[in-house]
């Protein structure tokens, strides 16, 4: 297996660490590392094979081996997510406060945002990919998209003038 650093990785690590919240900085790492572990899990279950893993600032990507049917694609896909928010949940209802438990919710639900670079969005493209209504489908999830940004710059547009 290939593992690629790149140089951003770096950078974001050590503006990460100018926090100097040992609390903060160690729940952040157990939530991303603990959505790649529930990816390479499910992706071990199918099957499949990881090939290469890369890590820049603007998150971790992984290749593997491609999967069997549309299936077992979306099952690796949304286990990250699942992972963390089953964390989540287990964690609030044992009792545990701090930035654990919010992270692990920001990561699961972030990452099931409808944008092709996230799991959400790799899911939305998986199911459309080969189908006769693939361009109709492509619309439909680029106005999910835009109804979704403009959904956010309300709820920010509230906060801010209340």
């Known amino acids: ?21 040992t609390g903060l900085i160690l729940a ?5 590392i603990s959505h790649e572990i529930g990816h390479i899990t499910a992706l071990k279950i199918m099957g499949g094979e990881l090939k290469a893993i890369e890590l820049s600032g603007s998150g971790i990507k992984m290749y593997a081996s491609p999967s069997n049917s549309i299936k ?8 990250g997510p ?3 928010l ?6 609030t209802i044992c009792g ?9 919710l920001a990561e699961g639900l972030f990452n099931l945002l409808p944008y092709s670079m996230l799991d959400g969005g790799a899911v939305l493209n998986l199911i459309a990919e080969g189908s006769i209504y693939e361009n109709q489908l492509q619309l439909i999830y680029k106005s999910i998209k835009i109804i979704f940004i403009i959904v956010c710059v309300i709820i920010m547009l509230k906060i801010y003038i209340l």
Do not use: T
Request: with cysteine; charged share 10%; aromatic share 22%.
């Open 1 to 21: 297996m290939k593992i690629k650093v790149k140089f951003s990785f770096l950078l974001f690590n050590a503006l990460l660490f100018m926090f100097r919240d």
């Open 28 to 32: 952040f790492y157990i939530a991303c």
């Open 72 to 79: 077992s694609g979306i099952f690796v896909l949304l286990s």
């Open 82 to 84: 699942a992972v963390n």
């Open 86 to 91: 089953i964390l989540y949940a287990i964690l």
């Open 96 to 104: 545990v406060k701090g930035f654990l438990p919010l992270f692990n």
